[in-house]
């Protein structure tokens, strides 16, 4: 009799799985899909009530996709029933479709079953194979018909896009109305106009301590404006706008008597969030732990599949990650609320089990991410985890714990003082129970101003009672744009929006980060220049299609199909009737933009012809009028908005260097004398030689507007032509190289003084820069010799082994010591003799 067999995504979900399912069961893994539409054509039949094209993934690099399914068919052979055990989502669903079509023996037909689970515990798991299921139709075609979608949106607008703009581009569904509420961010920031406000506040003493703050609320009982400054002054408002209004309150008031004239304290309390769902993690995670959202997901991913946990084996710690529930389960109710009487005791547990209600439209079959044992606390199994798998795991347990716990309470007082036509209010508050808060306290985006005023502690005062004024102070402020989007705020937006899942939310930004649409700036999405043409065309031709709307509209229509309310087919057909005329009209106006060349009064330096606006893949750029004759392009200059940011410096001293700001000599390039022009390419602005293309001199400007020096002449000749070499400023900092550049391609590599190892080469290591900037060593001789070294080589023989040179390493708990590379040395300067393990290269190189 053979076995029954198990088929999961991963080789760590089925290792977790076989110990829970015993000798009957042989579990094994797919490596996610088996199947997909093609990677060359459309893949999808218009025509034929869009009938899609599968085929078996390819063979790559990564994966051997001809073995696992020649090996996944051989042991459903022999099985005697085989289950599906894929990810309880749609594409879990679509995976275990695939399985069935292409594994599954058709003759003799062997019973296949789909089990799920939450979790993977050897409860869940049995649980599951209990009471096993089939393929949820409904939820194929959910996870069809989202693919088909993007893929007639990829296949049709893509390369409309490289034809106009160039290079290898995209468009999304979902990922370009990300782009453009990026883009649109931007352009608010742009336009924002900042408004002067002052604010006045009075630092006042009752007979108790300590002293306070109070700000001023009224005067003659208008309220002093200090928010919503999109809108008009309201009657009942006033605004200080400037420094002598200031001044002139200011001054009244410090002739005034201060008498409070009421204080109120009333108890508020704070109660706790409830346990993640997919796009809270991600975003908390983003705010407390710094972790992208995909690296989120990654180790979130791990944390469910399995973890090695010593003689216990492989165990999953949490439940399933991609979830927009809040529902928990009974049973884990149970056993949190047993936790917190236990360690936290009786005043921390309510006196029923808290219910949290999902967002309209969650899957409440599925659960909120938590722990699957609450016991295992983070410190008990911290020794099994790496420090970014417990500081995500410490998240999620301690939100789960803190969601089942008691409010925390707080005094809240305000105290209203009158002082002449002036009324000034102070707000602070204690805490009387910290509830929930001892073990968790949700992150923040951005704080309110008023959040340090509310915590702070005020002295006990009496109605009627006079104070004493210390001093009276004004304070200048101006109204902030908008924030730029960072991760968790992007994520936030969307899911407020209806746009994307919590499958979704990882891709988006990668995707759109990896096309180099947007960059990040301290945390923040900036709109490339590329990202903005892109999106500016997509906007002019698929207005109704990119935008938040249609695309919510979207995923609530996939979800319809999911409930089986909607066929899938009827949801493509209505919306390719829309898109097929987008499409067209787009051709014509993008062939437009590519061919229209605004009229400038700009003249050419190079032939004296006019110069106009042309559009490229940077945007819209100068250029000459009398081309291919002549090449000539330049920058655009544009002017700030004000803003203080890097991204906005750059811009300004740019925009400065192209008009000449006064005071400033016009840079005129070192090697040919004539005018350098801002120009834009892949890395950003940058200085150019107007004698391009006889002249390719170059000079790089960094984010903070400023241009890298001139290249500074050496007393040292180049070894190929005997000119002058120079010291330059390239990507990755300084380099010396020939003054003939590019005639002469020389660089002059920083050498280490240690010869290459390897026998018979006659190079030496130098010092090189990987894509990133990160410095490592490798032999002057490459590509005919690859030695290489992260650790920098020191000239200085082993003195165990006789090895001609050791390697350089500094760690922060270790300091800096040398160590042999040699393997089975071991020899090193300090601390335990135990040498670093050595990459494959180095062993080669010392051998």
């Known amino acids: 009799m053979g076995k029954n067999l198990v088929i999961v995504e991963s080789p760590a979900k089925a290792k977790t799985i076989n110990k829970y399912l015993g000798s009957d069961y042989r579990v094994m893994a797919s490596i996610g899909h088996i199947k997909d539409l093609p990677s060359k054509g459309l893949g999808v039949d218009v025509e034929n009530n869009f009938e899609p094209t599968y085929e078996l993934i390819p063979d790559s690099k990564k994966r051997n996709n001809k073995k696992i399914i020649t090996e996944l068919k051989r042991a459903a052979k022999e099985a005697d029933a085989i289950f599906l055990a894929a990810d309880p989502d749609r594409e879990g669903e679509a995976i275990c479709q695939h399985l069935e079509e292409e594994i599954v023996p058709k003759r003799p037909r062997k019973p296949s079953y789909r089990v799920m689970f939450n979790e993977i515990t050897k409860r869940a798991v049995q649980d599951a194979f209990k009471e096993p299921k089939q393929i949820d139709k409904n939820l194929v075609d959910a996870q069809q018909a989202r693919r088909l979608l993007d893929r007639l949106v990829g296949y049709k607008v893509s390369p409309l896009l490289c034809r106009t703009v160039g290079g290898r581009l995209s468009a999304g569904r979902v990922q370009s109305v990300a782009l453009r509420m990026v883009v649109e961010r931007e352009r608010e920031i742009e336009a924002f106009v900042k408004t002067e406000y002052w604010t006045i506040a009075a630092n006042l003493s009752s007979k108790l301590p300590p002293a306070f703050d109070a700000r001023l609320l009224k005067i003659d009982e208008k309220t002093v404006k200090t928010s919503n400054f999109d809108q008009d002054v309201k009657k009942n408002e006033i605004l200080i706008g400037t420094e002598a209004e200031a001044g002139e309150i200011v001054k009244e008031a410090e002739q005034q008597r201060y008498v409070v004239s009421d204080v109120t304290t009333k108890e508020r309390k704070r109660n706790p969030v409830p346990p993640f769902v997919?796009?809270?993690?991600?975003?908390?995670?983003?705010?407390?732990?710094?972790?992208?959202?995909?690296?989120?997901?990654?180790?979130?991913?791990?944390?469910?599949?399995?973890?090695?946990?010593?003689?216990?084996?492989?165990?999953?710690?949490?439940?399933?990650?991609?979830?927009?529930?809040?529902?928990?389960?009974?049973?884990?109710?149970?056993e949190v609320r047993d936790f917190i009487g236990t360690q936290y005791g009786e005043p921390y547990l309510p006196e029923k089990a808290v219910h949290y209600r999902s967002k309209k439209g969650a899957q409440d079959a599925h659960e909120a991410i938590r722990p699957t044992d609450v016991t295992r606390t983070p410190e008990s199994i911290s020794r099994f985890l790496n420090k970014e798998e417990l500081k995500l795991y410490r998240l999620i347990w301690q939100r789960f714990v803190a969601s089942q716990m008691t409010a925390a309470v707080f005094d809240q007082t305000t105290i209203d003082i009158q002082a002449g036509r002036f009324i000034f209010r102070a707000t602070g508050s204690v805490q009387k129970f910290d509830g929930f808060l001892k073990v968790y306290q949700e992150g923040r985006d951005e704080k309110p101003e008023d959040d340090e005023e509310a915590e702070r502690t005020l002295p006990v005062v009496e109605k009627n009672e006079e104070l004493r004024l210390n001093?009276?102070?004004?304070?200048?402020?101006?109204?902030?744009?908008?924030?730029?989007?960072?991760?968790?705020?992007?994520?936030?937006?969307?899911?407020?929006?209806?746009?994307?899942?919590?499958?979704?939310?990882?891709?988006?930004?990668?995707?759109?980060?990896?096309?180099?649409?947007?960059?990040?700036?301290?945390?923040?999405?900036?709109?490339?220049?590329?990202?903005?043409?892109?999106?500016?065309?997509?906007?002019?031709s698929f207005d109704d299609l990119f935008n938040e709307t249609y695309t919510a509209r979207m995923e609530e229509e996939l979800d319809e199909i999911e409930e089986g309310k909607l066929p899938w087919t009827e949801a493509l057909k209505e919306f390719y009737e829309k898109f097929a005329r987008d499409l067209k009209n787009a051709e014509r106006q993008m062939k437009a933009a590519k061919q229209q060349a605004i009229p400038t009064d700009e003249t050419c330096e190079n032939c004296g012809s006019p110069m106009v606006i042309k559009f490229g893949r940077f945007g819209q750029f100068l250029a000459c009028s009398n081309y291919p004759e002549c090449r000539t392009t330049r920058e655009i200059a544009r002017p700030s908005n004000g803003e203080t940011e890097a991204a906005t410096a750059t811009s300004a001293a740019?925009?400065?260097?192209?008009?000449?700001?006064?005071?400033?000599?016009?840079?005129?390039?070192?090697?040919?004398?004539?005018?350098?022009?801002?120009?834009?390419?892949?890395?950003?602005?940058?200085?150019?030689?107007?004698?391009?293309?006889?002249?390719?001199?170059?000079?790089k400007i960094a984010r903070s507007g400023a241009v890298a020096p001139a290249p500074v002449p050496l007393d040292e000749k180049c070894p190929v032509d005997g000119a002058n070499l120079v010291r330059r400023h390239g990507r990755f900092g300084e380099f010396i190289s020939c003054s003939n550049y590019p005639k002469c391609t020389y660089i002059k590599r920083e050498t280490t003084g240690v010869p290459c190892s390897r026998p018979g080469c006659r190079g030496e290591i130098v010092v090189k820069k990987s894509k990133r900037g990160k410095a490592f060593y490798g032999c002057s001789e490459y590509p005919k010799c690859d030695v290489v070294f992260w650790d920098k080589p020191v000239a200085e023989p082993c003195p165990q082994c006789k090895a001609p040179f050791l390697l350089e390493k500094t760690t922060k708990k270790e300091g800096t010591f040398l160590y042999c590379a040699k393997e089975g040395c071991g020899y090193r300067t300090q601390g335990v003799i135990s040498a670093p393990k050595t990459s494959r290269d180095e062993r080669r190189a010392i051998r």
């Open 278 to 334: 997919t796009s809270k993690l991600q975003q908390e995670a983003s705010r407390k732990l710094g972790f992208a959202v995909k690296k989120t997901m990654m180790l979130a991913q791990k944390l469910y599949e399995g973890v090695e946990l010593g003689a216990e084996g492989s165990v999953g710690l949490i439940t399933y990650m991609r979830t927009d529930s809040t529902r928990v389960s009974d049973a884990a109710l149970g």
């Open 471 to 540: 001093s009276v102070k004004p304070e200048q402020h101006f109204t902030e744009p908008p924030p730029r989007y960072t991760e968790a705020t992007l994520v936030k937006a969307l899911e407020e929006k209806g746009i994307g899942r919590p499958s979704t939310y990882a891709a988006i930004m990668t995707t759109i980060q990896d096309r180099e649409y947007v960059e990040k700036v301290e945390g923040r999405f900036h709109p490339t220049a590329l990202g903005t043409t892109v999106n500016d065309l997509l906007v002019a």
């Open 654 to 699: 740019a925009s400065d260097r192209q008009e000449g700001s006064a005071g400033e000599e016009e840079e005129t390039c070192e090697l040919c004398g004539k005018p350098m022009a801002l120009k834009r390419g892949r890395f950003g602005q940058f200085l150019g030689c107007t004698g391009y293309p006889e002249c390719r001199n170059i000079r």
